[in-house]
């Protein structure tokens, strides 16, 4: 257990709905990181939020965005979804950001678009 | 942006024989940091390595990084069932306004009992 949590384990969707995914870091990390998994594109990188800002960037379409609340628990949000959507996501967690620290990976959320 | 390749994409391999996956780069690492996914899992790190022919070792897996940091391994010795998964490298990179991995392709390593 990495102590990152993610809700909700599975998501079946039709095309053009929209979706959160949460996530909950470890207790004490101030990063949170998303990334996406599917077969042909394998792990990507999506947006990484430390302590509630944005700060960088990655392979995130349009119709996708997330924020890092207060409490430091993260939403993914994705919109117009299309059957390519379909995919694992992850979050994952760190500490401190200006050093590369080895991130905490959670359970991730398996979506799937019909 | 850089990225890392590695190699091979799978492996099948005996119980107790040896196995090796391959991460390069044809620009020079800041650092390599090494993760097990298994199967229906969610990566794991394992390891980073930062200097230049760095060698760590964790039980009977040996992670090394190459003298002209472009390019590094992951040796496992007398494979076991429990090795099975797909064992990816990442690039990490932090640009004191965020950080990222960049992920190579994956070494989905397949154990025969």
């Known amino acids: 257990d990495s102590g990152v949590t993610q809700t909700p384990k599975h998501l079946i969707t039709a095309t053009g709905q929209r979706v959160t995914l949460r996530c909950s870091p470890r207790?004490?990390?101030?990063?949170v990181y998303w990334y996406q998994q599917s077969l042909d594109q394998g792990l990507q990188f999506l947006i990484h939020y430390y302590n509630g800002e944005e700060r960088a960037k990655g392979n995130i379409l349009e119709r996708f965005s997330a924020q890092q609340f207060p409490d430091l628990h993260s939403e993914l949000n994705l919109s117009s979804l299309e059957l390519g959507d379909s995919a694992l996501y992850f979050c994952a967690s760190s500490g401190r950001l200006a050093h590369i620290y080895e991130q905490y990976f959670g359970p991730g959320t398996r979506l799937t678009v019909t | 942006g850089q990225q890392v390749m590695q190699i091979p994409q799978y492996q099948h391999v005996q119980e107790g024989e040896d196995f090796t996956t391959y991460c390069n780069s044809s620009t020079t690492l800041s650092n390599i940091q090494w993760y097990k996914q298994r199967p229906g899992g969610h990566p794991v790190f394992l390891i980073q390595l930062v200097k230049s022919g760095e060698v760590k070792k964790q039980k009977r897996l040996t992670f090394q990084f190459g003298e002209a940091k472009k390019n590094s391994s992951l040796h496992i010795t007398a494979t076991q069932t429990t090795d099975v998964g797909t064992y990816f490298c990442a690039l990490g990179m932090n640009n004191n306004a965020g950080n990222m991995l960049t992920f190579g392709g994956g070494t989905r390593l397949m154990v025969k009992p």
């Open positions: 207790s004490g990390d101030l990063s």
